[in-house]
C-alpha cells in the first residue's frame, strides 16, 4: 500500500516537471531569443537553412515544433508514455540546439550579455523547457506490477503444495496416488 502512494507521488511531481517544462517550451516562443528577437519571428525553415532577417509567420515558425512537443509531452504524461515525453524533449532540445548553431553561423559567435544582445531569455527557457521534459520521465520511477488480486488472498500459482514424498510437486501437476494420505482402517 504504501509503494503504491509512494508511486502516486511520484508519478504527480514528475508529471508536473513536464507540464511546466510544456508551458516554458511553448512561452519561449514569445520571448527573445537573440538580440531581442522573439523566437516566433524565426523561422522553421530557417533552423535547417540558416538565419534570415525576414520574420515567418505563427505556425511558419519555431513556434511549430515546440507546440508540438509540449502537445506531445502532455499526451504522453496522460498516457504515462515515457517514450513519447522523452522524444518531446529530445525535439525541443535539438531544434534549440541546431537554431544556436545556425545563429552563431551567421553572427560568427554566439554570445550571453545583460544590455539585450546576445543569447537571451527565449533559449534558456527553451532549453530548460525540454531538460525538464527529460527529467520528468525519470521521476516517475519505475512502475511495480502486482497480480490483479485482491490483497490476503492467493492465486494458485502462490499456494504452497505440501507433499508426503520427498519430490516436490508444481501447483498445475496432478496428484499422484502416492502423494494422499494413508486412510485409516474402517471398523466393520
Do not use: C
Not at 523566437?39 to 537553412?49: E, I, M, N, S, T
Not at 515525453?85 to 537554431?99: H, K, T
Not at 545556425?102 to 546576445?118: A, I, P, W
Not at 485482491?150 to 508444481?170: F, I, L, M, N, W
Amino acid at each position: 500500500m504504501l509503494e503504491n502512494t509512494a508511486h502516486k507521488k511520484r508519478y504527480v511531481v514528475g508529471s508536473v516537471l513536464v507540464l511546466i517544462g510544456a508551458v516554458a517550451v511553448v512561452w519561449s516562443a514569445w520571448l527573445p531569443w537573440y538580440n531581442g528577437r522573439d523566437g516566433r519571428h524565426y523561422g522553421l525553415g530557417d533552423v535547417f537553412d540558416g538565419i534570415s532577417t525576414t520574420r515567418a509567420q505563427l505556425f511558419g515558425s519555431i513556434f511549430l515544433p515546440m507546440a508540438f512537443a509540449a502537445l506531445l509531452a502532455l499526451y504522453g504524461t496522460l498516457t504515462r508514455s515515457r517514450v513519447l515525453v522523452i522524444l518531446a524533449g529530445l525535439l525541443v532540445l535539438f531544434i534549440s540546439a541546431l537554431w544556436m548553431f545556425r545563429q552563431s553561423q551567421l553572427v560568427g559567435g554566439l554570445k550571453v550579455s545583460t544590455d539585450g544582445t546576445g543569447l537571451d531569455v527565449g533559449t534558456a527557457f527553451a532549453v530548460i523547457g525540454g531538460a525538464l521534459m527529460l527529467i520528468g520521465p525519470g521521476v516517475w520511477g519505475k512502475e511495480h506490477r502486482r497480480p490483479l488480486t485482491a490483497e490476503g488472498t492467493t492465486t494458485e500459482a502462490h499456494r504452497r503444495v505440501v507433499s508426503t514424498t520427498d519430490k516436490p510437486r508444481r501447483p498445475d501437476e496432478p496428484e499422484s496416488p502416492a502423494d494422499r494420505p494413508e486412510e485409516p482402517p474402517r471398523a466393520a
